[in-house]
């Protein structure tokens, strides 16, 4: 564990980096690299490549591949006309709280 710092221009990042880090190869599936993230508790793995960094790969990379793409996302006046369609939503709040 670092030592408590009272500011980071005072602390080396090989003071905090992560020794030996969790890799994934070049040629592996995305799903195993999911899979090492998930047992290795990491939202970032090194991608090697004959054991050269090439690049990296993240939760947010996984993510935003199997979230929908930006133009199929509501704005979000139209998901507030949606939700005013189907129920008025301060009532939500109230019934939720125990007040009707």
Do not use: F
């Amino acid at each position: 564990m670092p030592r408590a710092h009272h500011s980071l221009s005072s602390l080396r990042v090989e003071e905090m980096m992560t020794l030996n880090p969790a890799t994934v190869d070049i040629t592996s599936m995305v799903q195993d690299a999911a899979d090492l993230m998930i047992a290795a508790d990491v939202r970032h793995l090194p991608v090697v490549q004959h054991g050269t960094l090439v690049g990296m790969i993240s939760d947010r990379d996984l993510r935003s591949y199997i979230l929908p793409r930006p133009e199929k996302v509501l704005q979000a006046d139209e998901a507030r006309a949606r939700m005013g369609r189907q129920c008025r939503c301060g009532d939500v709040g109230r019934r939720h709280h125990g007040v009707t």
